[in-house]
């Protein structure tokens, strides 16, 4: 059976399947589970062309959760109102002004993950800022400035935001992406940054955790982020000394991906919010490391985990 005629008896199928929640569609098979109740009630697999999905898009009144691989239909047309989680691939950029159109007509969004670049020759961006008020988990893959498509964007539900950067390395002009993030108006306790985000200057990671006071887990992946002076603000003791704010007050779980972290003044701001027992600052409970310096780092915080600290192998995927 050639894919033609495979994706006719997928057409003829569609009014079949109106329990459909679920959606993954791959460059060259589309994959349809039936979700009822919260067990999957059946499986089929079809090679089909990109044609017959727009129609079983629209076709799926319960549709909730899609995720397109590999290939974007340039006419794709989504079920707005209805998609609760939108998973788009990570080759097929969306330029600024449209990742914002696709939010704000996908109001009942919960979870997005989408590629931005800055495509367009000519931007016009929403008087009105975008408002997404059920987004709770945005994972953007990103090659340009992304700041632009948070200072058009408001998002007072989101809880966590995973940054991946596509290109070798971060854009020349390296943005101010928590006070970007402030203007959200989010109240941000989860923020990860994927192994590979690198080159953001020192002074621009602290701007970026004053501004996102409410943090409490926060994932690294350089040690570029960990010199000696972000160290020293995120100690509360040395901070109190000198009568200044600490950063992440909040800051109960830090998972770094590296092995160049664990020297002496990391070792001692984990002692420090782990004992400091000081008014207004959260104490740690979790650091997790990548697998192959876990020994390492439970030998240097033998003491705290003792008391009960959590060290924990920490896998990135």
Not at 52 to 66: D, I, M, V, Y
Request: hydrophobic residues 40%; proline residues 7%.
């Amino acid at each position: 059976m050639g894919v033609t005629s495979r994706s006719r008896l997928l057409l003829d199928r569609v009014d079949s399947w109106p329990n459909l929640e679920k959606l993954n569609f791959e460059i060259d098979e589309l994959t349809i589970r039936v979700v009822v109740g919260g067990e999957e009630e059946a499986e089929e697999e079809e090679e089909a062309e990109v044609s017959p999905l727009n129609r079983l898009l629209h076709t799926a009144p319960f549709l909730r959760e899609l995720t397109i691989r590999h290939y974007l239909p340039d006419d794709l047309s989504l079920p707005w109102d209805q998609l609760t989680c939108l998973h788009l691939p990570e080759n097929r950029p969306f330029s600024i002004q449209r990742a914002l159109d696709l939010l704000s007509r996908c109001q009942s969004l919960e979870k997005c993950q989408l590629l931005i670049a800055d495509l367009a020759t000519s931007i016009s961006f929403p008087v009105v800022p975008v408002t997404s008020n059920y987004l709770k988990v945005l994972a953007l893959i990103c090659d340009e400035d992304f700041t632009q498509f948070f200072d058009h964007l408001i998002l007072p539900s989101l809880t966590t935001i995973t940054i991946r950067i596509s290109g070798e390395s971060f854009p020349r002009q390296t943005p101010e992406f928590g006070s970007a993030l402030s203007r959200t108006s989010a109240r941000i306790p989860s923020l990860r940054f994927n192994p590979t985000f690198q080159g953001m200057q020192q002074h621009h990671m602290i701007t970026s955790l004053q501004s996102l006071p409410f943090l409490n887990t926060h994932s690294l992946g350089d040690n570029v982020f960990l010199e000696d002076s972000t160290l020293t603000q995120l100690n509360p003791l040395e901070m109190e000394k000198s009568r200044l704010p600490c950063l992440c007050p909040n800051l109960t779980a830090l998972h770094i991906h590296g092995s160049n972290y664990l020297d002496l003044p990391f070792c001692d701001m984990i002692r420090a919010r782990w004992r400091c027992g000081i008014p207004g600052i959260a104490q740690i409970k979790e650091v997790g490391v990548v697998e192959h310096v876990r020994s390492r780092a439970l030998h240097l915080l033998d003491d705290c985990h003792a008391e009960g600290l959590i060290i924990c192998g920490h896998p990135w995927d």
